[in-house]
């Protein structure tokens, strides 16, 4: 039973962040890409497009992709709703293009909020998607990349839990931290959410691996991909600097793509 099977629950339990998620992808399409008015935005693993729809509604172009056929229609159906168009792809994120993704101009800018490149579980798969996200953005393009990184030593944080309302729908959710390899750099994580209505009482559980990287990893990946350089880095609120240590966890990283003159000199 996977959550992403569930978009509507899914689109609840990250509804509350929506606001500075959008506010953040503004300044930082003005302040890198130097766009004030409207920027093309791509998403690779969108899911149920929760952030698409509202930039589209404010007039950017925006296109998503995601693996999960329940999740693409959802998003599909709530652009069409609103007036928009339809612009989420089925497929995979190590392997897109501007044609696969129907789009004629690269775009501005791409983000991932929620750890999503963690699930490519192999190095090869992370440099692929680094790669082709590299080759859908115009010169200097952006890539905004939220990424839970784990820390020297004992991992800080190996649960979450929160609880969300929206109408008469209540959620209350948990991911933890199931096992960890550290040789392996791999981590199995339970996502569990409570969900209530006046009629009725049910419980998902999903358990998926995740690929770990330690900052020092995450380094050496990048300079593999050669395509990204880290301009900037924030927490998780898009509020702070955030300093590169042995001991960071939650960072949003802001990639810029390396120009094609450095590309392996």
Not at 255 to 265: F, N
Request: with cysteine; proline share 4%.
């Amino acid at each position: 039973m996977s959550i992403y099977d569930y978009p509507v629950l899914y689109d609840v339990l990250f509804s509350d962040s929506w606001k500075r998620e959008i506010e953040f992808l503004k300044t930082a399409l003005q302040y890198y890409c130097n766009i004030s008015g409207r920027g093309r935005i791509f998403e690779p693993a969108c899911g149920t497009g929760r952030l698409l729809w509202r930039l589209a509604r404010l007039g950017h172009n925006v296109a998503g992709l995601d693996l999960n056929p329940k999740a693409v229609s959802f998003c599909n159906k709530r652009l069409k709703r609103h007036g928009l168009k339809e612009s989420a792809i089925l497929g995979d994120m190590t392997d897109f293009s501007l044609n696969s993704l129907q789009q004629k101009k690269p775009f501005d800018l791409a983000f991932n909020f929620v750890s999503s490149f963690l699930h490519l579980t192999s190095e090869t798969a992370a440099l692929s998607h680094f790669r082709a996200v590299a080759e859908i953005l115009k010169p200097n393009g952006i890539y905004l990349l939220g990424l839970h990184l784990l820390p020297r030593g004992d991992a800080v944080c190996s649960q979450e839990q929160w609880s969300v309302r929206h109408g008469s729908l209540a959620l209350q959710s948990q991911l933890r931290r199931l096992s960890l390899n550290r040789q392996r750099r791999i981590e199995t994580v339970e996502f569990r959410i409570k969900a209530t209505t006046p009629k009725r009482r049910y419980e998902i559980i999903d358990t998926f691996p995740l690929r770990t990287y330690t900052l020092q990893q995450f380094r050496i990946l990048l300079k593999k991909a050669n395509c990204f350089d880290i301009l900037e880095t924030f927490d998780f609120n898009f509020q702070s600097p955030v300093p590169l240590n042995s001991q960071t966890e939650d960072v949003v990283f802001v990639l810029k793509k390396i120009e094609s003159d450095r590309v392996d000199s």
